[in-house]
């Protein structure tokens, strides 16, 4: 098994920050032919992976939706950082901080609009590690 870390800085903002380019050039790194798994997984208590199609609105609705489930307000128990961050634990229960993709000859077997995503609620914590995983098989 083949395993890197990404550094991602997501800024002081919510957001959906697309991974699929750095995935695919780590794939492509192991063996241009090779097919097996890749995992992604943050290693953070308020941030998830997703995937789901970018630059069409999509994300912009993924964090509108979100700001509807998990409203940045005082009704969370977990209080400490900025108003809201009690929301920012719960969302990896909605959006799961790992996905696995399927690798086909080296490529990421997605679908035609879809894309690897972090998704990142927590505005008190601008740098995010991603860890990316290939298991050939």
């Given at each position: 098994m083949r395993s890197e870390t990404l550094r991602v800085h997501t800024g002081g903002r919510e957001t959906v920050h697309?991974?699929?380019r750095e995935c695919a050039e780590f794939v492509a790194a192991?063996?241009?032919s090779a097919s097996g798994l890749l995992h992604v997984f943050v290693p953070?208590?308020?941030a998830g992976i997703a995937i789901l199609e970018t630059g069409a609105g999509s994300d912009d609705d993924l964090l509108a939706a979100l700001a509807d489930l998990l409203p940045a307000d005082d009704r969370w128990r977990h209080r400490h950082g900025s108003a809201g961050h009690g929301r920012s634990h719960v969302m990896p229960a909605l959006i799961p901080?790992?996905?696995t993709v399927p690798v086909v000859d080296g490529?990421?077997?997605l679908g035609t609009w879809q894309s690897i995503c972090l998704?990142?609620?927590n505005v008190d914590n601008p740098d995010r590690e991603v860890r990316l995983s290939f298991l050939e098989g």
């Open positions: 697309d991974l699929t192991y063996d241009g953070h208590a308020t901080p790992y996905a490529r990421l077997a998704v990142d609620l």
